[in-house]
């Protein structure tokens, strides 16, 4: 069933997150888990809480399951939480618990069978109306955005803070806004959108480096790397202006796949920052030139204009089966070239009027 709510604002206390999405970064190792933040740890534990109370039987033993807790094995919190051992596990629980996130119990020290507690989570989760007993493996849980900034302070106390790769990931699902009358293109997309940006969402390698406690090298190369796996899809633009990024599918995954598609053609002209060709009425006006060399002639042909073409592939057996930008020329004036300026950098001209003093 599709959800009727039709917006992420800023000031919401909590997001939405589909546990099928979510279940993807538990199972492949595509992207690591190393980090200060811990934040797709946390995140984890939330995913698994029950909404409501439960009975879980283990061998001839049957324990009650309550509201934000959940009981488990030992061995299988290193690949829920993303860590290498059981040892460095049961190090991220104490963590968490001594942070004041949750608390948990060892319940059988022979079979290593736990129960943790998330705190607070009647204040988080249970008041919901669409309140019900939650399967591991699909439907959504929810996360509060108010837990993720504890957690950061609370990582800054013992040193730097650096974020791992799916700290990253789920910092963009967590900032992404839909429909937020504070935010250009928000509207025609889900942005990401952080709250000191001005309500323009243009993320710059620089602004995304510090917020992550990363070199800009490793910034640019973690985006390109997601966008090639079709986790988000971006809009550039020319300059230090910065670029927009879209989570793929997160209409389809919030709202259900009958949701409301989206034509995004003019947010370059939404933003204030671009313009954006009319698009082409009879395509035999269209001419076409592919080099792979330095031109040796006018890069536009007389009374043209130049255009933008992107070029998208599809990954092969992607989870998230969205089509992946692989080229993308943008500019402020797209319809205007330095060629119709009368700028020529083609190969000297011979004669007289070619000639240097």
Known sequence: MACTQQQQLICFPRVRVQKKWFRYFNDHKDFRNEGTLHLFSLMSLFSYANFRSNNRRFDTQTFMEGPGQWICKLSALPRILRVHSKAQAL????YFRDAGFLDYEILDEETGLLRYTINDWKKHCIHLEYNYYSYKGSGFFFFPLSVGRLLVIASRRNGPLVFSELDAIMDFWLHTVLNEPRVQGSEFMPVVYYSNMKGQPLLSYSYLAKRWGWSKSRVGRFILK?????????????????????????????????????SLQRIGEILGIANVIEPIGDAKDLQLSIQSRVPSGLIVYPGGKSLRIQVFRVPEGSFFARPVPLVFYSS???????????????????????ERG
């Open 91 to 94: 190090d991220l629980l104490t």
């Open 226 to 262: 997601i966008e090639e796996a079709g986790i988000i899809s971006r809009v550039s633009f020319s300059s230090s202006r910065g670029s927009v990024i879209s989570p793929c599918r997160y209409r389809e995954m919030i709202y259900g796949e009958d949701c409301e598609k989206l």
């Open 332 to 354: 402020l004036d797209w319809g205007k070239s330095v060629a119709e300026d009368g700028f020529y950098r083609g190969p000297p001209k011979s004669g007289h009027d070619g």
